[in-house]
């Protein structure tokens, strides 16, 4: 119990089983026998993510690039947590500088892509989200992302042949907790 990588592993285990809480108080524990660990850092962060506690996954994320400035993952998680707390140009300046530590993170692409779309720099967001596609042509919210951005540039065609590739890739529903069936967006964008 007094290793961080097996508190680390039982974390892992507990968040699997949706015990999120008690996955983070594990990684706590690590921490405080490693303090220097970048990953459980990395892993705090994650799970304050995934509790919605963005400010303080935006610490740890923190922390684990100071231990770690070549993480890229980290740099990624800042990116989410400054998007969630609306702070798009952050985040995009923190998704770039996941990019530049692993050019090949189609996620981190992805997700600069959506917030540059937010941002009404349609352009520039489709060209990331064209390069998240060509890194990883199995992620359907890449293209889900790319088709709300075709929207935007009126490119109704491309959008709904877009959405059809996120459903085949096995998204059902319109990412965002609104329960929207996919099929529902389809027809409104073939429309």
């Not at 692993?102 to 060209?127: I, M």
């Not at 293209?143 to 109704?156: G, I, P, Q, V």
């Not at 065609?157 to 967006?185: F, H, R, T, W, Y």
């Amino acid at each position: 119990a007094g290793d961080p990588r097996f508190l680390i592993q039982e974390a892992l285990l507990r968040n699997s089983e949706g015990q999120t809480q008690q996955a983070l108080q594990l990684v706590g524990q690590a921490i405080k026998i490693d303090p220097v660990d970048s990953t459980a850092f990395w892993w705090q962060g994650h799970f304050y993510y995934m509790l919605s506690d963005y400010n303080k996954s935006l610490i740890a994320y923190s922390r684990s690039l100071e231990l770690d400035p070549k993480n890229s993952g980290a740099a990624e998680g800042k990116g989410d947590a400054l998007s969630q707390l609306n702070r798009s140009s952050e985040a995009i300046s923190w998704y770039s500088e996941a990019i530049k530590l692993d050019p090949t993170n189609s996620s981190a692409f992805r997700e600069r892509g959506r917030e540059k779309t937010l941002l009404k720099q349609h352009a520039a967001g489709l060209a990331d989200l064209n390069k998240a596609i060509q890194i990883d042509s199995s992620d359907p919210y890449s293209y889900h992302n790319r088709a709300m951005t075709k929207t935007w540039l009126d490119d109704f065609a491309g959008a709904c042949k877009d959405i059809k590739k996120a459903k085949q890739l096995g998204l059902n529903e319109v990412p965002g907790g609104s329960k929207i069936p996919i099929d529902k967006e389809i027809a409104e964008v073939s429309t």
